[in-house]
């Protein structure tokens, strides 16, 4: 144990939690000011990484193919919402469960048909593929710096349009209280599918950047998609500020549990046990976080809601 | 005053208060559906349709799964999405007595339902002190731990799932015989099915349905109604423990994926695509929802797509489940 090995693994938390957090931005937003529970999420992060890897793969560059992919995707998610989802806002929450699920469904197997079973290559540029020497003899991949980077970059302009700007007023208006919002004229129709434009385009961005890391495989949004539903629960739902906290929090604890616990436990206990503990532990933490929050603090951290 | 506005008007299911919270298992439905039921095994090899018979014996599990759900979902108004880990620690309980040697049905099953049920009251005990959105994440989280868990037992085949040696032994019935099997399944399911049937109509469901419709109200004229929503919570998970057992006995196999989020949700779109609070809401979604994975199995490779497109229209044309069609029928001559 080490400062490198705990150096390395803060920065992986700090990246995970920093695309969980791109995630759960969206999703925070569409659950507290439409009330709305989205499953379809996680597949509008497939279909993003899935475009960026075909934009990629045809223009040859990664930077083109981001960029590419998340306008796909954006477009994509503002057809979803004028077709299907705005019809759902009114429902209750179970219509919304089997309606966004029905999407899921539609979209894992519509993803298989036009791309096949087999996961997508998706390389990171191979200016970043080798690794860059932060401090003397501690190396680290130049490709996860990218994304640490642009993340952060995504968060402070996600801060800038949320604080600084009309829209950004009209959203936090909305999540705190809606029907008020409503009453003041805040064009909500207009609203919620720009809002689901920018969550789609959220998702593309950490699909893309994490295409080259995770594979770009039919099936990758579902298990994205129960992390960033725990981020938004244990930030508050509605609460972009609770999303980051969250996300943050659930990105360091995961990746710290999965790296530190195995090890902790062979210390402790014998080793054919502690290979069974070990991982089985690592991955309940963040559910076990999540179930202390919500104990403690009933609706999150940050509660939106007055 | 002009014209009444046409939202004033009461709705058609507002007008009958006093049946509201009745659920009666009307003999002329459930005595035709048993007959039918009863006489499939003999009619199917005479249509050459025999795998059919295995088909209905998951679909009478699955219908006994999804009307357990129905207990809690529809009449409880708890929106559980964890339900499947339920139906997972039951499984598993029958995959581990029968690795350590135990394979009679009458210690293993109720086992199965005993596990599952204290697994629920654990969870119920604790998911229960928080409401709407966060009671479903929190139901949400406690199948994910036990997912999890499962996953890294190695003694159970972690990842890949455990195959069991055969079915149950039960006294003189071979349950390796499929017909058989599923008169075990027809017999279990009919009886737990007139259990909830029987709960539903009795004061203890009533005064759950009260806390669906108003638990501060309830609270107010002296119902315990965190005990009602646990006890229910519990049978609800024993009951759905005895749908894994049978699960387990079925496919001869227990895996993870029968713990995996996405099967709570199914479990979810059983009930809804039903009719959440219909007596037969779990039934029918049960028989909907298989029948077309199977019809549309037949037909495409890619059936999931149509299986989702016919959710999707579900959704945006019968509200309340399948049953409520016939009602809306019935009310809006």
């Not at chain 1, 501690?138 to 700007?165: C, D, E, K, M």
């Not at chain 2, 108003?214 to 315990?224: D, F, I, L, S």
């Not at chain 2, 779990?282 to 299986?307: N, R």
Request: glycine content about 12%; hydrophobic content about 60%.
């Amino acid at each position: 144990m080490d400062v490198i090995l705990l150096a390395e693994q803060a920065l992986n938390g700090l990246q995970f939690g920093l695309m969980l957090f791109l995630l759960a931005a969206g999703l925070t937003l569409v659950f507290g000011i439409m009330d709305m529970i989205n499953l379809a999420h996680g597949s509008l992060y497939m279909v993003g990484a899935y475009l960026v890897a075909s934009a990629t793969a045809a223009s040859g560059s990664f930077g083109i193919g981001l960029a590419a992919g998340v306008a796909g995707a954006a477009l994509f998610g503002v057809l979803l919402e004028l077709t299907v989802l705005r019809r759902l806002y009114e429902r209750d929450h179970l219509a919304q469960v089997l309606g966004t699920f029905a999407i899921l469904l539609m979209c894992n197997e519509g993803v298989r048909w036009l791309w096949g079973s087999q996961p997508v290559p998706l390389g990171a540029p191979a200016a970043l593929a080798g690794p860059v020497e932060l401090a003397p003899g501690f190396f680290y991949p130049a490709y996860r710096l990218l994304i640490i980077g642009v993340g952060l970059a995504v968060a402070l302009l996600l801060w800038a349009l949320v604080t600084r700007t009309r829209l950004g007023m009209q959203v936090r208006a909305g999540a705190s209280n809606r029907e008020m919002a409503l009453a003041m004229g805040v064009p909500v129709r207009r609203l919620f599918t720009a809002l689901f434009g920018l969550g789609a385009a959220l998702c593309a961005v950490a699909g893309g950047l994490l295409g080259p890391l995770l594979a770009v495989q039919v099936g990758m949004g579902e298990s994205i998609l129960i992390l960033a539903f725990v981020v938004i629960v244990i930030g508050g739902i509605g609460s972009i500020r609770g999303a980051l906290v969250g996300a943050l929090l659930v990105g360091v604890v995961d990746t710290a549990g999965r790296s530190l616990i195995p090890l902790l436990f062979e210390r402790l206990m014998p080793a054919d046990l502690a290979s069974n503990a070990g991982p089985a532990v690592a991955s309940i933490l963040i559910y076990v976080l999540m179930a202390a929050v919500l104990y403690f603090k009933p609706k999150g951290l940050f509660p939106a809601h007055g | 005053m002009a014209k009444t506005p046409s939202r004033l008007k009461p709705l058609p299911q507002k007008t009958a208060s006093s049946s509201r919270l009745d659920h009666p298992l009307r003999w002329w439905i459930a005595l035709p559906v048993l007959a039918a039921l009863l006489a499939w095994p003999l009619v199917a090899p005479l249509i050459g349709a025999e795998f059919y018979v295995t088909l209905a014996s998951r679909i009478l599990i699955f219908a006994l799964a999804a009307t357990s759900l129905n207990l809690i979902l529809g009449f409880g108004g708890l929106v559980s999405f964890g339900h499947a880990a339920f139906v997972g620690l039951g499984a598993y309980t029958v995959g581990a007595l029968m690795q350590a040697g135990i394979t009679a049905a009458w210690i293993a099953w109720p086992a199965a339902m005993l596990v599952a049920a204290l697994a629920a009251a654990v969870i119920g005990a604790i998911s229960l002190r928080t409401q709407g959105v966060y009671f479903i994440m929190i139901t949400l989280a406690f199948a994910q731990m036990l997912y999890y868990t499962v996953v890294s037992l190695k003694t159970y085949g972690g990842d890949d799932g455990l195959s069991l040696p055969g079915r149950s032994t039960l006294g003189a019935l071979d349950l390796s015989a499929d017909t058989t099997f599923y008169y075990v399944v027809l017999a279990l399911a009919v009886a737990s099915f007139v259990f909830v049937a029987r709960l539903v109509n009795a004061r203890f469901g009533h005064a759950l349905q009260g806390t669906r419709e108003n638990a501060t109200r309830m609270e107010a004229v002296g119902q315990p109604v965190l005990r009602i929503r646990l006890v229910a919570f519990t049978l609800a998970g024993a009951l759905a423990g005895l749908a894994g057992a049978l699960l387990a006995n079925h496919g001869g196999f227990v895996s993870p994926s029968l713990l995996q989020w996405q099967q709570s949700g199914t479990l979810m779109i059983m009930v809804i695509l039903g009719g959440v609070g219909h007596l037969w809401g779990g039934v029918v979604g049960a028989v909907v929802f298989l029948v077309a994975e199977e019809w549309l199995g037949h037909l495409t490779e890619h059936w999931v797509f149509f299986l989702g497109a016919v959710l999707l229209t579900v959704v945006l044309i019968a509200p309340n489940g399948v049953m409520s069609l016939a009602r809306r029928r019935r009310l809006e001559p």
